[in-house]
């Protein structure tokens, strides 16, 4: 009837429409959802009298590592940044004090996301006089986040969203 030839080859063209349509479904299915670059914030509260809670919203990407620089304007100086302990990274920090800005870089083997897909910087504590006021913004270009697969991702610009300004309410106390 059919030649042995003709055979393999309608079993093989069989077989590359069934992986093709697999490859398509399964990329669907697994591939991570993006977010629009433009929707990613940066979110400040004020936990403590002395102290901001950090979060990045919106990330979109499985994020593994980063860096980000921020800028502190006001009468304050960072005294010490709290990184969250639900994710074994490794953590550090580089303050300018002359600039008053300071630079995070994370790394892990693991995603860095919290459980609603955010990415928590951390908890920033602040020295300063009782009543000051300051925030901390994003520089342009600072946040770069390394994905699944080692691909980096430069995220240009971050909104703010939270408080846009902060105060040093008691500096007797240690929060």
Do not use: R, W
């Amino acid at each position: 009837m059919y030649k042995k030839g003709y055979q393999q080859e309608m079993q093989l063209k069989k077989f590359v429409n069934v992986l093709s349509v697999a490859s398509i479904s399964a990329a669907t299915i697994v591939a991570p959802a993006y977010a629009d670059i433009s929707d990613v914030k940066l979110n400040g509260q004020q936990v403590g009298d002395k102290t901001v809670q950090l979060v990045i919203e919106n990330v979109g990407y499985i994020v593994k590592a980063y860096e980000i620089k921020l800028k502190i304007k006001g009468d304050v100086e960072l005294s010490n940044v709290t990184f969250p302990t639900n994710v074994t990274g490794h953590y550090i920090y580089d303050k300018d004090k002359d600039k008053n800005e300071v630079t995070l870089y994370v790394t892990s083997k693991e995603s860095l996301l919290d459980s609603n897909d955010n990415l928590v910087i951390g908890s920033f504590t602040f020295k300063g006089n009782t009543g000051e006021t300051f925030n901390i913004k994003p520089e342009n270009n600072s946040l770069k986040i390394v994905t699944t697969g080692n691909v980096e991702k430069k995220i240009p610009t971050l909104s703010v969203s939270g408080g846009d300004e902060f105060v040093i309410k008691d500096t007797n106390y240690c929060g």
